[in-house]
């Protein structure tokens, strides 16, 4: 009898444990959404802020509507960080306190919980999902391709799922060239300064090169491009997604199934040629057509209406020649960012048969909401965020299956960095050394 109420008993606290359970991974969820809600009005807003720069430098002057928007935007900016951190900090809050409260259940019933994905969202109409192994994200990828179908690889069309690890889930589809310098406003201004300057003071490594070559020569120096590296093998784009503290979560962007060209598409040419040769802010379309090498012929309107979408494209895949060991380890490919042309017409006393078209050239921001805009190319949703607490746990699962820095970057200084790095993280396990200090504390 004392049996039976001592089970009954167990079994009541049970349930009751259960039921904090499930609210504990409630509270889960809405804090993830909630974070999630203010990761994209953040993302929003960094774009905003930058476009609002943007402007202001390459028009210059003290225009007061300039002044106001730029206000404006700082502050929003301010307002949408504060949120995010808000938010941020609550989720991770509450993971942790459900992460505890399954691991007590587990201890105190001596039962493993079937379902333990710690702070992930499964609802259908969530953005993201969130990723605590290399067996989870295998099998999300597994079920994009169910989604989208394999890919096509031809000579003529070619159609890659291309996908890109960042460290924080904040950052966005920005290139180097475009991200903001503390110290320098419109630093973008400078990529033909860059540019120059780099092939002057190392020559010999660019001689020969088309204008995309170069630009994916410098990308690989480390020299800030508009070139942005992606990958078409999802655990090298992972690895990239567990860099960075554990505090904060990564991010791998898939874009599935999107048309890439080769680099020596017209498209890819002229974009790369403006690159070298272009002039940001105002300008006509005669200048915009010499840099990019462009023969718009005899009907120049219509020519240079082609021209002016290739250039104004979000970006163009592209599927490069392998010129490096990285870029063949990683199965590299690359986004080359394109530009904003706005037309820029002020009014003149010329008559109007005088007056040549004026554009102003500025970079390209708002890429993800852009992408949502296009009928071919776009990223996936759900999101795929990688745990900030599992990051060091899924690089131990990606060493084991050869995913690592020694064969990402295969180069002497990068192996002993993954060797050293590979020890202090605990990415290797623990030596006899630690388990000996383990024994002696536990004694």
């Known amino acids: 009898m004392q049996t039976n109420d001592a089970e009954i008993h167990r079994e009541e606290l049970k349930l009751t444990a259960l039921e904090s359970l499930s609210k504990a991974h409630d509270y889960s969820e809405r804090a993830d959404q909630e974070a999630d809600k203010a990761r994209l009005e953040l993302r929003l807003a960094q774009d905003s802020l930058a476009s609002a720069k943007d402007i202001a430098f390459l028009i210059g002057g003290p225009q007061p509507e300039l002044i106001a928007s730029l206000k404006m935007a700082q502050e929003n900016f301010e307002q949408a960080t504060q949120i995010y951190s808000e938010t941020s900090n609550a989720r991770f809050e509450h993971r942790i306190a459900y992460r505890s409260a399954v691991d007590d259940f587990e201890r105190v019933f001596n039962e493993e ?7 992930r969202i499964t609802a259908e109409s969530s953005r993201s999902i969130h990723i605590g192994s290399v067996q989870e994200f295998i099998a999300e990828i597994d079920r994009l391709e169910n989604k ?6 031809d000579i003529v069309t070619s159609e890659w799922t291309l996908y890109r690890g960042h460290s924080n889930e904040i950052y966005g589809l920005t290139p180097n060239l475009y991200r903001s310098s503390p110290t320098v406003d419109g630093f973008f201004a400078r990529e033909q300064v860059l540019i ?6 190392q020559p010999e490594d660019f001689k020969g090169l088309t204008s995309f070559q170069i630009l994916s020569k410098l990308q690989h120096y480390g020299l800030p491009t508009r070139l942005l590296d992606t990958t078409t093998n999802p655990l090298v784009a992972l690895y990239f997604a567990t860099d960075g503290p554990s505090n904060v979560d990564g991010e791998v962007l898939v874009l599935p199934r999107i048309p890439v060209l080769s680099e020596d598409a017209a498209p890819v040419t002229w974009l790369s040629n403006w690159a070298l040769r272009g002039k940001w802010g105002r300008t006509s379309a005669d200048e915009i057509a010499e840099a990019a090498g462009y023969d718009h012929g005899d009907d120049a309107a219509t020519q240079y209406q082609s021209l002016k979408e290739a250039l104004s494209q979000p970006f163009l ?3 490069p020649r392998y010129s490096n060991d990285r870029l063949r380890a990683q199965n590299g490919a690359f986004l080359l960012t394109g530009m904003e042309i706005d037309d820029f017409s002020p009014p003149s006393t010329k008559p109007s048969s005088q007056q040549s078209d004026e554009f102003l050239v500025r970079p390209m921001r708002f890429l993800e909401r852009e992408l949502g805009k296009s009928s071919t190319s776009h990223i996936n949703q759900p999101r795929l965020l990688i745990n900030g607490e599992a990051k060091m746990k899924i690089r131990r699962q990606l060493d084991y299956l050869g995913v690592n820095a020694a064969t990402l970057f295969p180069d002497t200084a990068s192996r002993m960095r993954y060797v050293a790095e590979g020890y202090r993280s605990g990415i290797f396990g623990r030596t006899l050394y630690t388990e000996f200090q383990k024994g002696s504390e536990e004694q």
Not at 113 to 119: F, S
Not at 148 to 153: F, L
Not at 196 to 201: K, M, P, Y
């Open 196 to 201: 120059e300057e780099a092939i002057r003071l």
């Open 113 to 119: 919980l079937p379902m333990r994905k710690l702070g």
């Open 317 to 319: 895949g592209i599927r």
């Open 148 to 153: 989208h179908g394999s890919e096509i690889r």
